[in-house]
């Protein structure tokens, strides 16, 4: 089940928006200012950290502590860097995200590859880390393709991102009412047996 590995459709659901706002914010303002721009991605990273970061430590259905743990821990370690080094250069801006995004998405597909047997959602866990990683590629790879063009990627990254997490957050749902129906079944069952 994928709620085991993901955590709750509430916080994929948070996620997603955050993302989806981010990612709309950035790409509505592709000229917005550097400040401006990590003051936005530190707030993202910071919320989709804190939300991994709550899942790892208080989901009781959770299975991968430490993998979604570990996820939380650099996106609130990203944000705090840029929310406490605000005069970070565009350069190293892009370091921070690409390191992150290289973690972040690399946690995911090994919860994907790992777990594929028992989650029926691995494709969108495996997708949201493979475009993940494929940011973090990118803006390594690359670091002085533009301001505009660096800001077009994170934009589309983070709109892409928030859509796959509200296709977990679908999928999670979708599964736990299954789950919850098939344990009311087998009560109702169980409780003609032994009448």
Known sequence: MTRYYVGSSRGLVVRGVVGLLFGVATLVSPDVTLWALVLMWGAFALVDGAIALTAAITDPLLLHRGWVGFWGVTGIAAGAVTFLWPSITALALLIV????????????????????????????????????????????VNPASGALAVTWAIGCYACLYGALSFGLAWAVRRETKEASRYAELAAVRSEHSIH
């Not at 972040?104 to 990683?133: C, D, F, N, P, Q």
């Open 97 to 140: 995200i690409a390191v992150w995004a290289l973690i972040a998405g690399a946690s995911m597909i090994a919860i994907a590859v790992g777990e594929r047997k028992r989650i029926t959602g691995e494709w969108l866990v495996g997708l949201t880390g493979l475009l993940t990683v494929a940011l973090g590629v990118l803006l390594l």
